[in-house]
T-cell receptor
Framework: GQQLNQSPQSMFIQEGEDVSMNCTSS?????WLWYKQEPGEGPVLLIA?????ELTSNGRLTAQFGITRKDSFLNISASIPSDVGIYFC?????????????FGKGTKLSVIP | KAGVTQTPRYLIKTRGQQVTLSCSPI?????VSWYQQTPGQGLQFLFE???????NKGNFPGRFSGRQFSNSRSEMNVSTLELGDSALYLC?????????????FGAGSRLTVL
């Protein structure tokens, strides 16, 4: 099936540092979304992107929909301990249902106080 | 406003048994989607229901089935359980106008198959 290659798989950073993670694919996506999952919980939507080139911010989070429609990145500025969790990118392939998303394998973020 | 509620949260079954998982969506949400989450494969789409009809189905064997009731609550069933079915099963609901592709997930039902 279609795959989203998400990197890095894990990150250990100091509190206050900026973080960057990305997803790439050989396929074009109509939509890119970024979710965060904490232990014992389901994923929570952080940012949704709908147009190629779109750059959207949500507080300290910024994400972009790549021009080629095959990639997206998420940046977190000035990380804090509550940023700990697993971050997933997800996308909707052309022809797929609106809620039939393809997910990356996740980036596990650890923040050292 | 209550979130997406999934029951049971944890369950243990043995190979060959069958299991039914339940999902109550956010009030007013009529679309319910199910995903399987495993360490190896990540999150994979199972199926989506809207107004009691299955609109989309992922690439899973026929042992995986689901249904939706008139009150939008949904159930999924896995028959003849295999060890590889051990996973976190996530339900998500969606509402028109909430933004395309926006899923609100429940906390999941963690199934262990022995």
């Amino acid at each position: 099936g279609q795959q989203l290659n998400q990197s890095p798989q894990s990150m250990f950073i100091q509190e206050g540092e900026d973080v960057s993670m990305n997803c790439t694919s050989s396929s074009i996506f109509n939509t890119w979304l970024w979710y965060k999952q904490e232990p014992g919980e389901g994923p929570v939507l952080l940012i949704a992107l709908y147009k190629a080139g779109e750059l959207t911010s949500n507080g300290r989070l910024t994400a972009q929909f790549g021009i080629t429609r095959k990639d997206s990145f998420l940046n977190i500025s000035a990380s804090i301990p509550s940023d700990v969790g697993i971050y997933f990118c997800a996308g909707q392939l052309p022809g797929a249902g609106s809620y039939q998303l393809t997910f990356g394998k996740g980036t596990k973020l650890s923040v050292i106080p | 406003k209550a979130g997406v509620t999934q029951t049971p949260r944890y369950l243990i079954k043995t190979r060959g048994q069958q299991v039914t998982l339940s999902c109550s969506p956010i009030s007013g949400h009529r679309s319910v989607s199910w995903y399987q989450q495993t360490p190896g494969q990540g999150l994979q789409f199972l199926f989506e229901y809207f107004s009691e009809t299955q609109r989309n189905k992922g690439n899973f064997p026929g042992r995986f089935s689901g249904r939706q009731f008139s009150n939008s609550r949904s159930e999924m069933n896995v028959s003849t359980l295999e060890l590889g079915d051990s996973a976190l099963y996530l339900c998500a609901s969606s509402a028109p106008g909430a933004g395309a592709n926006v899923l609100t997930f429940g906390a999941g039902s963690r199934l262990t198959v022995l």
